[in-house]
Nanobody, 124 residues
Framework: QVHLVESGGGLVQAGGSLRLSCAVSGRTFGSYAMGWFRQAPGKGREFVAALSWSGYSTYYADSVKGRFTISRDNAKNTVYLQMNSLKSEDTAVYYC?????????????????WGQGTQVTVSS
C-alpha cells in the first residue's frame, strides 16, 4: 500500500508564494513518477504538473507554466510544488498522486495512488 500526505496549503495574497509538500510512504519512492492535480470549487480535477522518477523530465499545465515548479527529494521520499506569482484562479484543493511507472503522464487515469488534498486559497 502507498500513502501520500500533502501539506503546505493555506491562505495567501495574490502575487504571493506557497510550497506544497507530498510525503510518500509504503514502497520504493524513487521508481515512480509523481504528479500534482487540483480541483477548484464547482470544477473537475485538472492536471497541474508531473515529474519523472529520475526528476529529469517535467511537464506543466499551460496555466501554471513559468510560475510553478515541481521537484522531488528521493532521500526524503517527498515531492514538492513551489507556487509563485499566485493568482485567484489558482484557488483549489491540490492533490499529489503517484503512478507505478517512471515516465511522465498528465491524465488522472494514469495515477493509481492519491493523497487527501490540501487547500490553497489565493485572495485578490
Amino acid at each position: 500500500q502507498v500513502h501520500l500526505v500533502e501539506s503546505g496549503g493555506g491562505l495567501v495574497q495574490a502575487g504571493g508564494s506557497l510550497r506544497l509538500s507530498c510525503a510518500v510512504s509504503g514502497r520504493t519512492f524513487g521508481s515512480y513518477a509523481m504528479g500534482w492535480f487540483r480541483q477548484a470549487p464547482g470544477k473537475g480535477r485538472e492536471f497541474v504538473a508531473a515529474l519523472s522518477w529520475s526528476g529529469y523530465s517535467t511537464y506543466y499545465a499551460d496555466s501554471v507554466k513559468g510560475r510553478f515548479t515541481i521537484s522531488r527529494d528521493n532521500a526524503k521520499n517527498t515531492v514538492y510544488l513551489q507556487m509563485n506569482s499566485l493568482k485567484s484562479e489558482d484557488t483549489a484543493v491540490y492533490y499529489c498522486a503517484s503512478r507505478p511507472y517512471a515516465n511522465v503522464r498528465t491524465g488522472q487515469e494514469d495515477y493509481n495512488y492519491w493523497g487527501q488534498g490540501t487547500q490553497v486559497t489565493v485572495s485578490s
